[in-house]
């Protein structure tokens, strides 16, 4: 478990997997000959031998007044065609707790886009029902995104939308969101479209202090030193090195803390701008 502050607001990370190398599938031009010169990277992020290093976790938002868990992993019990990620038996549910957030105390649950490893916790099984884990909270999910989902299936992982969404939606328990959606007097939406067409950051701002939530919008601070390096699975990869080449020189050089939804431990630091151009993440 890792915490930070934002002037008033806490966040806090639990981790669902953590692995080492066996991500290629991800990010296939992150070789590890291509991934060995940025040196930067070991050994939060890379080993010495250039195996990506990556963390699946959710990211608590804890202003005083709301609790909000952004991107909910994976979640146990599930058929997915990834072997490591496949009916998963862990302790998610009561690393929630022991970081002294219950399932039952959260009020909101966000997406930032609807791909497998995001969405898995949105339901429990229960007597052979999959029902909603977070039974107090409503589920923001992106209006542009659930369009696009509804008519499109996540073959390759599993039936992800049947078991992780879907049940939600049936429920009654979800809310249609802009991309520019403002959650809280701290907590806000914005578009970065490309990994999915409806794919959001989260914005948090308080006491003058500020931090995004990534998402995929990138999915490991190599891509930071190589925006051009593109997810397997991004939908438009050109849309999404667009959003990272804008993402890295709006936030480059700035007072604000760039957390990552897969950066490994310690998961966050600040964009540095080198005088040749590229970036880096400062931690």
């Known amino acids: 478990m890792s915490d930070w502050q934002i002037g008033n607001v806490k966040i806090t990370r639990v981790v669902e997997v953590e692995a080492t190398g066996g991500t290629r599938f991800i990010l296939p031009q992150a070789t590890p000959d291509a991934v060995q010169p940025i040196d930067w990277l070991v050994p939060h992020f890379a080993t010495a031998e250039g195996k990506l290093i990556m963390s699946i976790h959710a990211l608590i938002i804890d202003t005083g007044s709301r609790r909000i868990i952004v991107d909910t992993c994976l979640g146990n019990d599930k058929k997915r065609e990834i072997p490591a990620w496949n009916m998963l038996q862990t302790t998610f549910l009561e690393d929630l707790e022991a970081a002294g957030y219950p399932r039952e105390s959260f009020d909101t649950v966000l997406c930032t886009h609807l791909h497998v490893d995001h969405v898995g916790w949105n339901t429990m099984l229960v007597d052979g029902e999959w029902v909603p884990t977070f039974p107090n909270a409503r589920y923001l999910i992106g209006a542009k995104e659930w369009d696009y989902w509804r008519a499109t299936a996540q073959d390759e992982f599993g039936d992800v939308i049947s078991d992780s969404v879907a049940p939600i939606i049936d429920a009654g328990l979800a809310d249609l969101v802009a991309m520019n959606h403002q959650i809280c007097d701290e907590v806000s939406l914005f578009p970065s479209p490309g990994h999915t067409p409806g794919h959001v950051c989260v914005q948090i701002r308080s006491a003058g202090e500020e931090a995004i939530i990534t998402g995929d919008s990138m999915h490991h601070p190599c891509q930071i030193a190589h925006p051009e390096w593109s997810s397997a699975v991004d939908a438009d990869a050109t849309a999404a ?23 490994a431990t310690p998961t966050a630091g600040h964009l540095k701008k080198k005088d040749t151009g590229e970036y880096w993440l400062k931690i």
Do not use: M, V
Request: proline share 0%; no cysteine; hydrophobic share 35%.
């Open 241 to 263: 090195q667009a959003t990272r080449n804008a993402f890295l020189e709006k936030y480059g050089n700035s007072d604000t803390l760039i957390i990552g939804t897969h950066f």
